[in-house]
């Protein structure tokens, strides 16, 4: 077995090259930012574990196919993609700019199907892989000045099932795992003040019509990690075209 999994240098990625290099399962590394992934790779390997590092934009298609030739190369056949790359740009809908949209589709959704694509078509001939891709609760429920995130989540979700359908009877599982507000760099960088931005999360916010957090607290990176792991597992082998959410009931089950 071996995974490969996308934005690792990010907190939830990490999170999820962790947990699975932990269950033994040799993991490629993704990510555009070289230095993180170089640090991170450093860790994980100090800890013993397999892991392989491949700088990439995942918005390059190219690019994509060739790094992903190579991560098979040198670590073997890939049977668990974990798509977890993203990024957010904030603002409201009528005032955005072209590059803010295009920036958030070419990672959010373009690179899902750049790597899935890549990924998915060599675990067809093998009928065998499971994928999972992280997207967002703000895929299932509107949220004011993130109109680009919530459609670019949405539509990777979108996305990410159709695959599942098309590629079932191949014997390979396409789900998604949607986290709500987590302790991570991309959600601590839109904070001022990090104990009143917590508060927020949790208590919510009738103003923007955001609903709080009823377990108290925000996730962490190894919390979506658990979840991806388990639907990533033969424990999950009867689960496709599914979403888990990891939002301490956020979007009250929506």
């Excluded at 919510?204 to 377990?215: E, F, H, M, N």
């Amino acid at each position: 077995m071996v995974a490969l999994v996308t934005g690792a240098a990010g907190g939830i990625g990490a999170a999820i090259a962790r947990t699975l290099g932990e269950e033994g399962i040799p993991v490629a590394l993704l990510d555009r930012d070289e230095d993180g992934l170089r640090e991170l790779a450093g860790k994980l390997g100090a800890d013993g574990l397999r892991v392989a590092a491949f700088p990439v934009d995942v918005g390059s298609s190219a690019r994509v196919e060739a790094v992903v030739d190579e991560a098979e190369r040198l670590l073997g056949p890939i049977t668990k993609l974990v798509n977890a790359a993203g990024v957010l740009r904030t603002g409201r809908a009528v005032t955005m700019s072209d590059d803010d949209w295009a920036a958030t589709f070419a990672v959010n959704v373009n690179g899902v199907f750049h790597v899935s694509r890549a990924v998915v078509s060599r675990m067809v001939p093998r009928r065998a892989g499971a994928v999972v891709t992280v997207a967002s609760n703000a895929a299932l429920v509107a949220r004011a000045d993130m109109a680009a995130y919530c459609a670019s989540k949405a539509a990777a979700t979108a996305f990410t099932k159709a695959l599942g359908l098309e590629v079932a009877g191949y014997g390979i599982r396409c789900n998604v795992v949607t986290p709500g507000s987590a302790d991570t760099p991309m959600l601590s960088a839109l904070w001022s003040d990090r104990d009143r931005a917590l508060r927020s999360s949790i208590e919510g916010s009738p103003k923007v019509y955001r609903t709080g957090i009823p377990l108290g607290k925000i996730a962490t990176p190894a919390d979506v990690a658990e979840a991806v792991a388990f639907l990533l597992s033969s424990r999950a082998k009867h689960i496709t075209l599914q979403h888990l959410t990891v939002d301490g009931g956020a979007t009250l089950g929506a």
